[in-house]
């Protein structure tokens, strides 16, 4: 059973909660600069275990110092808490 979609109202609000995410269409992106290239390696080597633990898993573009998550639902075709929860937890930990 997918999680549920949520309403434009809950994502307004849920974004609002966030750091440097914005709305894409069915997604949340953010994206991020590092001072090197391995420095951006290892904060997604940071995140990777928060996506295993939730099974939720964003999707990931890194060229050189740049990372850009995006987040969404792929079962349920839309953005969901799991988006947000996950974002939220990628959040705590961008220092
Ligand atoms: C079987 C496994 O639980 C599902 O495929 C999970 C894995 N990770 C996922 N990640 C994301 N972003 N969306 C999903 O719907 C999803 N589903």
Same mark, same amino acid.
């Given at each position: 059973?997918?999680?549920?979609?949520?309403?434009?109202?809950?994502?307004?609000?849920?974004?609002?909660?966030?750091?440097?995410?914005?709305?894409?269409?069915?997604?949340?992106? /953010?994206?991020?600069?590092?001072?090197?290239?391995? &420095? #951006?390696?290892?904060?997604?080597?940071?995140?990777?275990? =928060? %996506?295993? $633990?939730?099974?939720?898993?964003?999707?990931?573009?890194?060229?050189?110092? /740049?990372?850009?998550?995006?987040?969404?639902?792929? &079962? #349920?075709?839309?953005?969901?808490?799991?988006?947000?929860? =996950? %974002?939220? $937890?990628?959040?705590?930990?961008?220092?």
């Amino acid at each position: 059973m997918p999680p549920a979609l949520l309403d434009e109202a809950s994502i307004d609000a849920r974004l609002k909660k966030l750091n440097g995410w914005r709305r894409d269409g069915d997604a949340i992106k /953010r994206e991020l600069h590092f001072d090197s290239f391995m &420095d #951006a390696i290892a904060f997604i080597k940071r995140i990777a275990p =928060l %996506a295993d $633990a939730a099974d939720h898993h964003p999707e990931l573009f890194n060229v050189y110092d /740049r990372v850009e998550l995006t987040l969404t639902t792929h &079962d #349920a075709g839309g953005l969901t808490a799991k988006d947000f929860d =996950l %974002a939220e $937890a990628i959040d705590a930990v961008v220092t």
